[in-house]
């Protein structure tokens, strides 16, 4: 059977891309599965062929490093399920309802109980295999024609998603790396993997690592399970790391994960910038949604371009030494992004 078109938005997070799945949810011909990659954790594209009971397992039983991350307190905007419905405890939220069944469907709960009747039966085969086979059921249950799959922190697995997605296109939205910087080290749950960035790089296991990044490596799903325990996992997340630190994230991610961009034909690649995307916002929108493969009515861009609105550097508002340094320390990526053709 032919397959589904996909696509995959990459991005450092907090680069826009929560509001670019909200945009292109409100399209009916795109399945837009939020999150997805991200609350698989470490186990998301990890090598190997796995069973679909055993895969099933993954997207429906939280892990005890995410049970802490992802608390009535500590929880971002983006985890969706402890507003749609009460069935389990924030805590224990199976990852495939935290964001992305109901960022689907109003009814999570009810499409939850019919992918347990039927993904468990999907045969043996690869991670990547697997979500293929559930973003195709995904698009087909909610009547869409094409599924784009975005979650925070992707870019890192630029290289992995390319090599197990052969036919997909994908998005790279980018934004200011010294926004991004700012952000990153103000959003709780971002905190916690800079802060294991610094501290497994000494360990030698880079989580955003191109090779191997976090999902994709055997030693970080090693690592999951042994630290909870011992590592300090509400410090990590109520300490903001330095600015430094943030900076550094953003710039080794974009700068590993642009040779993998520009690797894929040109045809398969698409350049969003995030002010771009504020400053025009129609224009944007509509060359994104022709590219997933969909058409774009007159009235769904109308609606979709009063979405983005214009906001001005935060990082502005720093001190001027921090402003400097926020400069230096993003200087390399920034500099690499420039030279990328315009949208």
């Known amino acids: 059977p032919q397959r589904v078109p996909g696509t995959f938005i990459l991005g450092t997070g907090r680069c826009g891309s929560t509001m670019v799945s909200d945009i292109l949810a409100s399209h009916p011909d795109i399945a837009s599965l939020s999150e997805f990659l991200t609350f698989l954790g470490t186990r998301s594209l990890l090598p190997g062929r796995v069973s679909g009971a055993r895969y099933w397992r993954r ?4 892990t005890p490093l995410y049970s802490r991350l992802f608390t009535a307190e500590t929880a971002p905007r983006e985890f969706l399920y402890p507003a749609t419905s009460r069935r389990f405890a924030p805590g224990n939220v199976p990852p495939i309802l935290a964001t992305t069944l109901p960022h689907l469907t109003a009814r999570p709960d009810a499409l939850f109980d019919a992918l347990a009747e039927t993904v468990p039966r999907q045969p043996r085969q690869t991670m990547a295999a697997h979500h293929r086979a559930l973003f195709e059921r995904l698009t087909e249950t909610t009547g869409a024609r094409v599924w784009v799959e975005r979650s925070g ?13 052969e036919d997909a296109k994908f998005v790279f ?36 690592a191109i ?9 970080l799903w090693l690592f999951e399970r042994l630290f909870p325990p011992v590592f300090p996992v509400r410090r990590a997340l109520a300490t903001p790391p330095p600015l430094s630190a943030c900076a550094g994230f953003w710039s080794e991610m974009v700068l590993a994960a642009l040779p993998e961009f520009h690797a894929l034909p040109p045809a398969r690649r698409l350049l969003l910038g995030y002010e771009a995307l504020c400053a025009d916002p129609a224009r944007q929108i509509d060359r994104l949604a022709r590219f997933t493969g969909v058409d774009v009515p007159p009235d769904w861009l109308e609606r979709a371009a009063d979405v983005p609105g214009i906001r001005a550097p935060r990082w502005q508002d720093l001190p001027r030494d921090e402003q400097r340094a926020l400069s230096v320390g993003t200087e390399a990526a920034r500099a690499a992004l420039a030279g990328l053709p315009a949208g």
Do not use: C, E, Y
């Open 173 to 208: 939205l980018h934004r200011d790396g010294r926004d991004v910087a700012l952000s990153l080290r103000n959003f709780v749950p971002a905190r916690l993997i800079i802060w294991s960035w610094t501290l497994f790089r000494k360990l030698g296991s880079n989580p955003i």
């Open 153 to 165: 922190l992707s870019l890192m697995q630029a290289r992995v998603l390319r090599q197990g997605f």
């Open 211 to 219: 090779a191997a990044p976090t999902g994709a490596s055997r030693k």
């Open 59 to 62: 997207l429906s039983v939280q």
